[in-house]
């Protein structure tokens, strides 16, 4: 009676093929033939099972489409790559097929085989050839003669998504611009207003477009990053490559495969880059534009500056004309319709008198550099650039700039934005009348400037002798930050209203991206050891510093990441847990300095505050424990809780305790802390209470806060 089991395990075995044969639902398949077909419910599964093709649902469940999704990352909906049938959904919710026809396109039909999408190609399958379609491990969707010849590729047709491996960009011989379409809202993929691509005008520039008018605009490309776009730095664009042109006159962007990474421009018109974090499980957004007034195109008109300033409302614009200008329409003008802009208010000289005219040129600082500019490719530096520009009277303005060269506008200057940081020069040229004054104010100021540097050359000088003739030593050197350091502003009564939350998000952006630099970016691992308040300084701009690297050790990219020290040097309060009690210190010893000080910076009180509380609570655990409750407006400083944002605030708070985790594996990398302050990702997490939070304080006073005593550098020598 068993001796027939083998026989129908068999039997069952060779069904269960069989039926594979005939039918696609099998798993891991990820071609289709000539005369097969994809129905509703079944999908094409890429090598290595990234990439996913089949029909969904965007919203009202009576329309299907085709598309192409990340089967491990998330939901199906939240990362629709590709779409086929954009225009003309399946509304037969069992009706819907993809197949290869017998004229060798791909085409998405309806239950009347009414055809609803396809390739349009008009290559024919030649007699001795057969035609296959391939999802490939990258996501591109191909179509293959036999032979190997590629008649037709999904990449070559993209929707509203970048995918890393794919290459995309303008053919400057046709003319032809491979852009991306939004959707046109978050449930319907049908092609939006908005479309993102690479200038016509050949400027290495990204555009956004709103139908057929500029929206945003990114700067060109300087073979590292987009100038025009303020916060970006060189790891935003993981290997982004923008090519001028290659041996088929195309100019084209390219990044190296990384299922991590997408670009997308939104139903909303926003251009972003989202990177998948492993840790939350979730696709965070760690780029976008324009999310600001003056990130949208022209937004103060021509000759016009636009500068963001804090509003009621949040950020607003604010129009500024160019010097040697005025408002085309000054009633319109003062009444904030900015659109006119501004005109000139005294001709060039060399208008009057030829090229022998005597015009000059104003220097602007941190500019978004505006649109239409022209390289002179033969100009090799930035006094022959000025030269150009002065020779030709039709020349508005030049800057010489790292990696493009020189750019000179000989048409309307517009679309500028005065950044915070970053940002390039522009000389703006001027009739002479214009620049006389200022040339008067200049000299002043420089020969009161170098009588000053003379004699504070004298003085460094004789200090040095006099230091190098008692002892041979090595001797920091710093720019002049005339606003000296953090803790002078945070902890004084007067100052500290000077810091108002934007002020204070900016400084907390700017440690991080420091620390992100010495930690990853720079030839050189280095690892600070000592970083708090009195060590960052801040320069005219309140943007700040990390100095004082007496303590920092260095090491090489490849060296150990946990190094371990018998001489534990630095200040209470801000060395991480295995740092003080074991002398093991690495980049996530600073990570957990970083947290203290970001508490220090929202709540202007410093990390050995002691909270008079049923708890005896000092800074970490009072933070901890208002995080907890949902109360952090309570740790805001006072002074700017009215204006402060709550969502930020939240955010600042959450990383600050991500960072301040008992165990090192717990707390982010400086990179982690920059995507969670740009997403704002952070919020959703929950970090464990810190160790340190609840130490018992004093009982015997009265008081409700008071200081502990301030350690500086601390040196503990083991026994």
């Known amino acids: ?173 046709t003319g032809v611009n491979q852009v991306f379409t939004s959707w046109k809202s978050k449930t319907d993929p049908a092609p939006g207003n908005f479309t993102l691509g690479i200038d016509p005008g050949r400027s290495t520039q990204l555009f956004v477009w709103d139908g057929r008018r500029p929206r945003w605009r990114s700067g060109r490309w300087n073979g590292q990053i987009f100038i025009g776009i303020e916060k970006m730095i060189p790891t935003y664009m993981y290997n982004f490559k923008l090519s001028n042109y290659d041996l088929e006159g195309k100019m084209y962007y390219y990044t190296g495969f990384n299922v991590s990474h997408r670009y997308m421009i939104s139903w909303d018109g926003t251009d972003q880059h989202l990177i998948w974090s492993e840790t939350i499980r979730s696709w965070t957004r760690f780029f976008a534009e324009p999310t600001t007034p003056c990130e949208l195109y022209n937004r103060c008109g021509n000759y016009a500056t636009c500068t963001e300033i804090d509003g009621k409302a949040g950020l607003e614009p604010s129009c500024t004309c160019l010097k040697g200008h005025i408002p085309a329409k000054e009633t319109e003008w003062n009444n904030g319709n900015w659109t006119s802009g501004c005109v000139r208010r005294v001709p060039y000289k060399c208008e009057k008198e030829g090229n022998n005219g005597t015009d000059g040129f104003w220097r602007m600082q941190r500019v978004k550099l505006p649109d239409s500019s022209v390289l002179e490719p033969v100009v090799m530096d930035e006094a022959g650039c000025q030269a150009s520009c002065l020779n030709n009277c039709s020349c508005k303005a030049y800057s010489y700039v790292s990696g493009i060269g020189c750019l000179v506008w000989g048409v309307h200057l517009v679309d500028m934005h005065i950044f915070t940081h970053g940002g390039n020069d522009m000389y703006l040229r001027l009739a002479s009348i214009e620049l006389g004054q200022s040339k008067k104010k200049s000299a002043v100021v420089i020969i009161v400037a170098v009588l000053v540097s003379s004699f504070a050359l004298l003085a460094c000088t004789y200090l040095l002798w006099r230091c190098l003739k008692r002892k041979k030593e090595k001797i920091l050197i710093y720019e002049l930050m005339p606003n000296g350091s953090l803790d002078t502003f945070l902890f004084d009564d007067e100052k500290k209203r000077q810091l108002d939350w934007r002020t204070r998000y900016k400084i907390i952006e700017g440690i991080a991206r420091g620390l992100l630099y010495l930690h990853r970016d720079s030839r050189l691992r280095v690892i600070h050891r000592d970083l708090k308040v009195s060590n960052i300084l801040l320069d005219e701009e309140m943007d700040p510093k990390i100095s004082d690297f007496g303590l920092a050790r ?80 309570e740790l805001v400083e006072p002074a700017i809780r009215e204006t402060c944002s709550i969502a930020e605030v939240v955010t600042c708070v959450t990383v600050a305790l991500l960072c301040v985790q008992d165990h090192v594996n717990d707390r982010p990398t400086m990179s982690t802390v920059l995507i969670m302050l740009e997403s704002g990702t952070a919020a959703s997490m929950s970090p464990r209470q810190p160790s340190f939070a609840a130490i018992r304080g004093p009982t015997n006073t009265d008081s409700s806060t008071f200081e502990l005593a301030n350690a500086s550098i601390t040196v503990f020598t083991g026994r």
């Open 554 to 633: 260095i090491f090489g990219k490849d060296d150990n990441e946990l190094n371990n020290t018998k001489r534990v040097v630095g200040t209470y309060g801000y060395m991480a847990p295995e740092y003080a009690m074991q002398g093991i210190f690495s980049v996530k010893s600073d990570v957990y300095s970083f947290g203290v000080l970001l508490l220090e910076i929202i709540s202007g009180k410093k990390i050995s505050t002691y909270y008079n509380h049923e708890f005896s609570l000092y800074l970490l655990g009072y933070a901890w424990k208002l995080w907890y409750e949902n109360n952090l407006i």
């Open 1 to 173: 009676m068993n001796y027939f089991l083998p026989f129908t395990k068999i039997l069952l075995f060779c069904v269960v093929v069989f039926l594979c044969s005939l039918s696609l639902p099998c798993r891991g398949k990820d071609t289709l033939t000539l005369g097969e077909s994809l129905q509703d419910g079944d999908t094409l599964i890429s090598k290595g099972d990234i990439f996913e093709l089949g029909f969904f649902t965007p919203g009202e469940p009576n329309r299907r489409y085709i598309g192409v999704w990340y089967r491990s990352f998330s939901t199906k909906l939240e990362t629709i790559l590709w779409v086929a049938n954009r225009e003309k959904p399946v509304t037969n919710l069992s009706g819907g097929a993809l197949a290869l026809s017998p004229d060798g396109n791909l085409i998405v039909t309806n239950t009347g085989s009414d055809v609803l999408w396809s390739t349009n190609i008009s290559t024919p399958i030649s007699n001795n050839q057969s035609r296959i379609v391939q999802l490939l491990a990258d996501g591109n969707i191909v179509m293959n003669n036999s032979d190997g010849t590629t008649v037709w590729q999904s990449f070559d047709y993209p929707t509203d998504t970048y995918i890393p491996g794919m290459r995309v960009g303008l053919d400057l011989q």
